[in-house]
Structure formats: structure tokens, C-alpha cells
């Protein structure tokens, strides 16, 4: 076997790119090779030996019995000479190789060979990420360049974490494995600048684009997943996720087994499951809570760990009035209103959060009156007097004192930062928002 062959052979091992699409490149390439040198001809074809790697040029003749064109006819008499099996009309295929043909042939199967194994080699970098792709790959920290930074995917391939992709909390040095989220995979368009005549000038096929993140909410999905068997195998379901990339998550789940707790299942066996994910995270606290087509219960597992008296729901405008203890509502609300924010994206409802002292002054709550109601044309029971209007939503504040913050979306923020010691309950109103939850 020729020298050529075995380094074909070596390079389909070592790369994966196999042997025989190497070889129709470089037939092709040599053929083109041939109509350069010595003059186009449409019917040539070259052949290369799989065992030897010689090449051989074959121009394909049809049997005439007068020759009019040499270069695309053959006599009969000459074609028999090759075999006596060919007849009128058929197709010759008659050696043409010039003398100092291989020559020729040996320079250019050598450019051949390293683009085509750099084109190949792009190709599988697409498929397998590709496959990975609303999935997580594994990542080490290379450097940084400028404000984003630099990583190596699997061993394959160098990527940038772009700025907008990255936790600001989180801060990395070169060699630390990371995991990411792979967003997106597309083929790179060259972008080469045009020539006078208005083609593009080739600079070689570029290689696959990969958009990862570490601030996708789906990164906490995908790890969740990958540490909880009974998600992989479909007994435990992730319903919901809320993320604050870097601060915290909330993760609602609901198990299809009635024997198997999902919360349980996905908390671990003395947290192990969802500390090894608080460590991938780099210490962002983690919330599961157990899912509920009741949407009363499902608000108050959302916004533990607070304790909850009384989920008003009202299903036509997806708004809830929740009342909590008087020395609960700033664990409800959470720090900078995070709590509430997070559960009222995890839900899909609009939250009201009132203690209990509000509750009986903006309401008339009285000690009968808390539980869970619910709009009567939904099919379920109503504990209150019926509320109309927005206005009856909110409670009414006079002077300086007054206070409310409406909660609609991602851009919604808190002014101030609660503390327990230094809050008045009496002065509080907040509307939760999740018009932009996703």
C-alpha cells in the first residue's frame, strides 16, 4: 500500500473523516487539475487506485462508426480492442493519462487533502454540537478578551461567553470548568468581501457558530435533569422555572407516580442532588416547591418559604390577593421584592401580598374569612364578598406616607430594601406582575 493510502487511513482514525470521501475530492479535484493543464473536457474522469493511490484519466467515448469528434467518439474497431463486448452507441471509458500527469496529480492532491480535512472536520464540529444544542456542555475558562471570555467546549472547540451571556456575580480564572448552556449552532456565513466583478472571493468554509450561556433559566433545567433520575426517566415533571442568574431560582415540580415525591426526589438525600446543582450555579440558592393544578396552593408553595393565611384567585385577569402573618410579609416579599417577583413568573399570576392587619382594614377580613377562594363561574367555591374592579384590589393611602409598587415584568423593581425591624406593614401595598415570567 502506497504512502498515501496509509496516511488516509491514519487521518480516518485519528479525525473520523473517512477515507473514501477524501478520495472522491481528490478524484475530483485532480480531474479539474487535468482540464486546467490540458484543455477542458467535459467527459474526462479520474480514477484512483484504493490499494496503490495511482491515478489514472479515463475520457468517456461513445462507439460511432465514423469519427467525427475524437475527443468524445471512438471507432468500433478501436473500442474492441479494449473489449470485444462493446458495440454501436455504447460508452468507452479510454485512458488518456498524460506522461508527467503524476506530477500534476501528487501537488494538487496534497491541497486537496488539507482542505477537505479541514472542511470535514468543521462539518463534525457542527453535527455534534448540533446534537448538544438546548442542552449543557461542559466548558474550561481559557482567558478573557475584552469583557467576554473565552472557552474551550468539550475539548472540541474555543467559543466566547459573551458579556450578556455571563452571571455578574460570578467571576472565573483560566482552567475553571464551568457549565453552559448551548442556546444556538449555525453554520458560520462567510463573510468575505466582494470582488470588482461582484462575486465573493472565497477565504475557506468557516466553522460552527455556538451561542452558550450561563443565564438562560434552562441551564437550571438541564442540570436538574441530568442530576434527578426520576426526571430522565419521566416519573417526576419539571412544570415551571423562574430564575435571577446568580441571586435565585424557583422550580416547580410535580411527580406522575402518587408513590414517589417529587420534591423529595429532586432535594436529594440530605440535599445532595440539588447541592451538587447550587455548586455548578456557584452558590445561587436554590427553591423547589411541588407543583398544583389548584392555583391557590400552587401561589402559596411558590412563595415559601413564607407562611400564608389566605389565595384569593381570580382566574379571568390571572391576579391573586394573598394575606400572610404580620410578621411574615417581608419573608413573603422577599429582599428587594425578589420573593414575590419570583413566584409571581413561576405562577403566571399577578400577586398582591397584604398582612394580616392590612388584610382586615383593606378588606374586613374577619377570622372566618380565611382560606382559599376562587371565582364562582370557575366552578370553585368563593369564602368573600365579591370584589369589582381594580380598585378594590389595592388599599388607599393618604399623605407622604403612601406606598405601592407594581410589579409588570423583568424591568419592575423595589426603591427601597425591606428589613423586619425597620418595616411598617401598615404603610405596604405591592402588585406582582409576570407579564414577563418566560
Known amino acids: 500500500m502506497s504512502e498515501l493510502m496509509l496516511s488516509l487511513e491514519q487521518i480516518e482514525k485519528e479525525k473520523g473523516i473517512s477515507k473514501d470521501v477524501i478520495i472522491d475530492s481528490i478524484e475530483k479535484g485532480i480531474c479539474d487539475a487535468y482540464n486546467k493543464y490540458y484543455g477542458k473536457n467535459e467527459n474526462a474522469t479520474v480514477h484512483m487506485n484504493r490499494e496503490t493511490g495511482e491515478m489514472e484519466v479515463f475520457a468517456d467515448k461513445t462507439v460511432v462508426e465514423a469519427v467525427t469528434d475524437d475527443s468524445l467518439e471512438i471507432s468500433l474497431e478501436k ?89 455578574k456575580t460570578e467571576h472565573y480564572r483560566p482552567k475553571d470548568r464551568i457549565k453552559l448552556y448551548v442556546v444556538g449552532v449555525k453554520q458560520a456565513v462567510n463573510d468575505a468581501p466582494e470582488s470588482t466583478e461582484g462575486k465573493k472571493k472565497s477565504k475557506g468554509a468557516k466553522g460552527p457558530k455556538v451561542i452558550v450561556s450561563r443565564t438562560h433559566k434552562d441551564l437550571v433545567k438541564r442540570l436538574l435533569e441530568k442530576e434527578v433520575t426520576e426526571i430522565a426517566d419521566g416519573t417526576v415533571e419539571i412544570k415551571s422555572i423562574s430564575r435571577e442568574p446568580g441571586s435565585r431560582s424557583k422550580i416547580a415540580v410535580w411527580s406522575t407516580d402518587p408513590n414517589v415525591d417529587a420534591l423529595g426526589a429532586c432535594v436529594g438525600k440530605n440535599g445532595n442532588r440539588v447541592n451538587n446543582i447550587v455548586d455548578d450555579l456557584f452558590g445561587e440558592k436554590i427553591d423547589i416547591i411541588n407543583w398544583d393544578e389548584n392555583p391557590a396552593i400552587y401561589i402559596e408553595n411558590a412563595l415559601s418559604p413564607s407562611e400564608v393565611l389566605s389565595v384569593r384567585v381570580n382566574q379571568e385577569d390571572k391576579s391573586a390577593k394573598v394575606v400572610v402573618p404580620d410578621d411574615k410579609l417581608s419573608l413573603a416579599i422577599g429582599k428587594e421584592g425578589q420573593n414575590a417577583r419570583l413566584a409571581a413568573r413561576l405562577t403566571g399570576y399577578k400577586i398582591d401580598i397584604k398582612s394580616e392587619s392590612q388584610a382586615r382594614e383593606a378588606y374586613g377580613y374577619g377570622d372566618d374569612d380565611y382560606g382559599y377562594g376562587y371565582d364562582d363561574e370557575d366552578g370553585y367555591r368563593d369564602d368573600y364578598d365579591d370584589y369589582d374592579g381594580e380598585e378594590e384590589y389595592r388599599d388607599d393611602y393618604d399623605g407622604e406616607e403612601e406606598y405601592r409598587d407594581d410589579y409588570d415584568g423583568e424591568d419592575a423593581g423595589y426603591e427601597e430594601e425591606y428589613d423586619d425591624e425597620e418595616y411598617d406593614d401598615e404603610d405596604y401595598q405591592d402588585d406582582y406582575d409576570d407579564s414577563d415570567k418566560d
Not at 89 to 113: C, E, L, M, N
Open 79 to 167: 473500442a474492441r480492442m479494449i473489449s470485444k463486448r462493446y458495440e454501436l452507441g455504447d460508452i468507452v471509458p479510454v485512458p488518456v493519462t498524460p506522461k508527467d500527469f503524476g506530477r500534476i496529480a501528487a501537488q494538487h492532491a496534497r491541497s486537496i487533502i488539507i482542505q477537505k480535512i479541514k472542511e470535514e472536520e468543521k462539518r463534525l464540529l457542527y453535527e455534534y454540537f448540533y446534537q448538544k444544542e438546548k442542552d449543557i456542555v461542559t466548558g474550561v475558562v481559557q482567558r478573557y478578551v475584552g469583557n467576554n471570555i473565552s472557552i474551550n467546549l468539550d475539548d472540541k472547540m474555543d467559543v466566547l461567553l459573551m458579556e450578556s451571556e455571563q452571571v
